[in-house]
């Protein structure tokens, strides 16, 4: 594996700490390897620590009574799961799975907080990110409460296009994963990204969706009065 400093100066969680702070973490990082479909933990259970995706994709999503998934979030490398829990001292608070095989790094929470007790502003810069991930996680539980799932749906293509800061980007979520995110099954997410093909709103190749008809789609995400 490449340098370990290097590799979690690449991570958001870490990317202003200091060459100190970021030796200090990295001392303390422990490799840990995830097939596909592997899980890294369940919800509830206690936190044992912070994962640092360096190679991978995972998913974080809850689990309803009945046993149904409701995804939050897609996380590609570079990345980070399970920050919260470092600093309020519950369980992880949601379940992830590695989507394909994941390499990751793995801090203790003891661990880490030693190295914050030892430099504290890597508590203060690390919050500000925490902050920004629940701004983001704040959307993302407005985009499946609000509106139909043809607005909601209309409103994730829109902020994904927003994030690849294009019109044309890759759709990593299968119909199923994208039902689960918007909180509804398989056949409806299908049947409304078919009308907006058909309307001339989005072309779909593959994986690589381009959104063809932004004010038409933005009439789409509207909110009805």
Same mark, same amino acid.
């Given at each position: 594996?490449?340098?370990?400093?290097?590799?979690?100066?690449?991570?958001?969680?870490?990317?202003?700490?200091?060459?100190?702070?970021?030796?200090?973490?990295?001392?303390?990082?422990?490799?840990?390897?995830?097939?596909?479909?592997?899980?890294?933990?369940?919800?509830?259970?206690?936190?044992?620590?912070?994962?640092?995706?360096?190679?991978?994709?995972?998913?974080?999503?809850?689990?309803?009574?009945?046993?149904?998934?409701?995804?939050?979030?897609?996380?590609?490398?570079?990345?980070?799961?399970?920050?919260?829990?470092?600093?309020d001292g519950g369980p992880y608070p949601a379940s992830v799975r590695a989507v394909d095989p994941?390499?990751?790094?793995?801090?203790?929470?003891?661990?880490?907080?030693?190295?914050?007790?030892?430099?504290?502003?890597?508590?203060?810069?690390?919050?500000?990110?925490?902050?920004?991930?629940?701004?983001?996680?704040?959307?993302?539980?407005?985009?499946?409460?609000?509106?139909?799932?043809?607005?909601?749906?209309?409103?994730?293509?829109?902020?994904?296009?927003?994030?690849?800061?294009?019109?044309?980007?890759?759709?990593?979520?299968?119909?199923?994963?994208? +039902?689960?995110?918007?909180?509804?099954?398989?056949?409806?997410?299908?049947?409304?990204?078919?009308?907006?093909?058909?309307?001339?709103?989005?072309?779909?190749?593959?994986?690589?969706?381009?959104?063809?008809?932004?004010?038409?789609?933005?009439?789409?995400?509207? +909110?009805?009065?």
């Open positions: 594996m490449p340098q370990k400093n290097a590799l979690l100066s690449q991570i958001p969680l870490f990317a202003s700490l200091s060459e100190s702070e970021v030796e200090a973490l990295a001392q303390r990082a422990v490799e840990r390897r995830f097939a596909g479909d592997e899980m890294l933990f369940w919800e509830g259970e206690p936190c044992a620590g912070i994962f640092l995706i360096i190679q991978g994709s995972v998913k974080i999503f809850k689990t309803s009574p009945g046993g149904r998934e409701m995804m939050l979030a897609l996380e590609t490398a570079p990345s980070t799961v399970a920050e919260l829990p470092l600093f994941v390499v990751s790094l793995f801090l203790n929470k003891s661990d880490f907080q030693h190295v914050c007790r030892q430099y504290p502003d890597v508590a203060l810069k690390v919050l500000a990110v925490v902050g920004r991930r629940l701004r983001h996680l704040v959307s993302v539980v407005e985009s499946m409460t609000f509106g139909s799932v043809t607005q909601r749906l209309a409103r994730l293509l829109l902020d994904a296009a927003g994030q690849a800061g294009s019109e044309e980007f890759d759709l990593p979520l299968t119909h199923q994963e994208l +039902a689960s995110r918007l909180g509804t099954v398989r056949e409806v997410v299908s049947r409304n990204l078919a009308r907006f093909r058909a309307e001339g709103l989005i072309r779909i190749q593959g994986h690589q969706l381009r959104i063809q008809n932004r004010a038409g789609l933005e009439r789409e995400a509207e +909110a009805q009065a």
